[in-house]
């Protein structure tokens, strides 16, 4: 029943990893309008980044429900019940899984009652920006995080023909948290680590070193290594060279330490937030904590920090070692929808009165569109949709995981176990794998 006859919504988010998840039910939760009864239920989507339970509780995102699912298992479920249905449903997952779950809904609900379908991404976009974008069109709502991003996001779709109309800007959804007010004591400086950024030893072994000399020339301040994933878990990239066994072979002093959990809570305690280009330096600049952008291995595409031209933020370890703290450029924050000014708690107004308009659209809401078709890309749509057991029409090949029926208790077992064994395959022997054939 739509949330205009009922006064309260139910909302689906699909994640494929913790991040996903953490950035779908936050964009969930921010997108409903805050008198209105919301009941969120959440499905992790089964692959090599399934977060774990230590992770969903770091991410601390509660949902109604929330369940592990493939694919076609959650397609299954989409369509389980018409008169029970979703009024919105977050698709949180990389490119080419928003599009396969795109035709698979638009084959299961047909021109039938569907739910408004929202995309977006998790955070700074610096690479594949056409390529991602195109496999997330065909969503009512394609999010994009600010201003700068919105116009990216159009001038794609308009370049290539294809409707710019679902484009809608909003903001980060865990943005918030204490503004900065001045040192703490001690002093600390945090240093946000990335799984595949830098993708190599010898520039993750360069910047752990230069992190611990920072700790040692400062020996009063508190340094702290903040570290997404333990060993053998994933994230939404895959992280081979955790810091973890690289600062085995360190000999650190004392105020130097790693340390896990939700980074808002790590932000409280932080005088300096270093990074190569994580999304934690938003984070830190939507609290105006002063935030240092590295150059040291350059300002390359591949780093991601290309995308801070301009902020105000890039610095080299040895300007922070001699004591300089960035100030940032208001222009370029504003523009990226940090929202320091105090803006932030209206970034998702837009979006929620388009969602309202949709829920309320006379005749119900068309069929999905995405851009890629059989028509339009017959040699690329048919292998994405393949990697999610889905035809070229978006329909369950024969044979599909769960296209059938539930899985009974000993099914579940052995799905569990073969689940383990993929995992260990991915996350311990493919590395070592491939680093013997770079010998």
Same mark, same amino acid.
């Given at each position: 029943?739509?949330?205009?006859?009922?006064?309260?919504?139910?909302?689906a988010?699909?994640?494929?990893?913790?991040?996903?998840?953490?950035?779908?039910?936050?964009?969930?939760?921010?997108?409903m309008?805050?008198?209105?009864?919301?009941?969120?239920?959440?499905?992790?989507?089964?692959?090599?980044?399934?977060?774990?339970?230590?992770q969903?509780?770091?991410?601390?995102?509660?949902?109604?429900?929330?369940?592990?699912?493939?694919?076609?298992?959650?397609?299954?479920?989409?369509?389980?019940?018409?008169?029970?249905?979703?009024d919105?449903?977050?698709?949180?997952?990389?490119?080419?899984?928003?599009?396969?779950?795109?035709?698979?809904?638009?084959?299961?609900?047909?021109?039938?009652p569907?739910?408004?379908?929202?995309?977006?991404?998790?955070?700074?976009?610096?690479?594949?920006?056409?390529?991602?974008?195109?496999?997330?069109?065909?969503?009512?709502?394609v999010?994009?995080?600010?201003? +700068?991003?919105?116009?990216?996001?159009?001038?794609?779709?308009?370049?290539?023909?294809?409707?710019?109309?679902?484009?809608?800007?909003?903001?980060?959804?865990?943005?918030?948290?204490?503004?900065?007010?001045?040192?703490?004591?001690?002093?600390?400086?945090?240093?946000?680590?990335? $799984?595949?950024?830098?993708?190599?030893?010898r520039?993750?072994?360069?910047?752990?070193?230069?992190l611990?000399?920072?700790?040692?020339?400062?020996?009063?301040?508190?340094v702290?290594?903040k570290?997404?994933?333990?060993?053998?878990?994933?994230?939404?990239?895959i992280e081979?060279?955790?810091?973890?066994?690289?600062?085995?072979?360190?000999d650190?002093?004392?105020?130097?330490?790693?340390?896990?959990?939700?980074?808002?809570?790590?932000?409280?305690?932080?005088?300096?937030?270093?990074?190569?280009?994580?999304?934690?330096?938003?984070?830190?600049?939507?609290?105006?904590?002063?935030?240092?952008?590295?150059?040291?291995?350059?300002?390359?595409?591949?780093?991601g920090? +290309? +995308?801070?031209?301009?902020?105000?933020?890039?610095?080299?370890?040895?300007?922070?070692?001699?004591?300089?703290?960035?100030? $940032?450029?208001?222009?370029?924050?504003?523009?990226?929808g940090?929202?320091?000014?105090?803006?932030?708690?209206?970034?998702?107004?837009?979006?929620?009165?388009? !969602?309202?308009?949709?829920?309320?659209?006379?005749?119900?809401?068309?069929?999905?569109n995405?851009?890629?078709?059989?028509?339009?890309?017959?040699?690329?749509?048919?292998?994405?949709?393949?990697?999610?057991?889905?035809?070229?029409?978006?329909?369950?090949?024969?044979?599909?995981?769960?296209?059938?029926?539930?899985?009974?208790?000993?099914?579940?077992?052995?799905?569990?176990?073969?689940?383990?064994?993929?995992?260990?395959g991915?996350?311990?022997?493919?590395?070592? !794998?491939?680093?013997?054939?770079?010998?």
């Amino acid at each position: 029943m739509p949330a205009s006859a009922t006064n309260s919504l139910r909302v689906a988010v699909l994640a494929d990893s913790d991040t996903r998840w953490k950035w779908g039910a936050l964009t969930a939760q921010r997108l409903m309008p805050a008198a209105t009864g919301v009941r969120l239920d959440g499905y992790l989507l089964r692959g090599r980044a399934t977060p774990t339970a230590r992770q969903l509780r770091e991410v601390g995102v509660r949902a109604d429900s929330l369940r592990e699912v493939t694919g076609v298992e959650f397609l299954r479920a989409m369509t389980e019940d018409p008169e029970d249905r979703y009024d919105v449903l977050v698709l949180a997952l990389v490119g080419g899984g928003v599009q396969a779950m795109l035709h698979g809904l638009r084959a299961a609900w047909g021109s039938g009652p569907r739910p408004v379908v929202v995309t977006g991404y998790v955070g700074v976009v610096y690479e594949k920006l056409t390529d991602g974008l195109l496999l997330r069109h065909g969503a009512d709502l394609v999010l994009a995080n600010s201003r +700068h991003d919105a116009d990216r996001f159009r001038t794609v779709y308009e370049g290539v023909g294809a409707d710019a109309s679902a484009v809608t800007e909003v903001a980060l959804p865990f943005l918030g948290g204490t503004p900065y007010t001045g040192g703490h004591d001690p002093f600390t400086v945090v240093f946000a680590a990335q $799984p595949s950024v830098p993708d190599n030893r010898r520039d993750r072994a360069y910047l752990l070193g230069r992190l611990v000399e920072h700790a040692r020339r400062h020996p009063e301040r508190e340094v702290l290594l903040k570290l997404r994933s333990k060993p053998g878990e994933h994230t939404t990239h895959i992280e081979e060279l955790p810091y973890q066994k690289l600062v085995q072979g360190q000999d650190p002093p004392a105020n130097f330490r790693l340390v896990y959990g939700h980074m808002g809570e790590v932000l409280d305690r932080t005088d300096l937030l270093v990074t190569v280009s994580s999304t934690a330096a938003l984070e830190a600049l939507h609290r105006r904590i002063p935030t240092a952008v590295l150059t040291d291995l350059g300002v390359r595409e591949v780093l991601g920090n +290309h +995308h801070f031209t301009g902020s105000g933020c890039l610095a080299s370890w040895d300007q922070l070692d001699a004591g300089h703290r960035p100030v $940032p450029d208001e222009e370029w924050v504003a523009r990226q929808g940090v929202a320091a000014d105090g803006a932030y708690d209206t970034a998702f107004d837009t979006a929620r009165e388009r !969602i309202a308009r949709l829920l309320d659209r006379p005749g119900g809401l068309p069929p999905l569109n995405p851009y890629y078709t059989p028509e339009t890309a017959p040699g690329y749509l048919p292998g994405i949709l393949a990697r999610h057991h889905l035809g070229p029409d978006g329909v369950p090949l024969p044979g599909a995981p769960a296209a059938d029926k539930a899985p009974g208790p000993v099914r579940q077992i052995v799905r569990r176990a073969a689940r383990g064994a993929y995992r260990h395959g991915v996350q311990r022997v493919a590395p070592v !794998i491939r680093r013997m054939g770079e010998l």
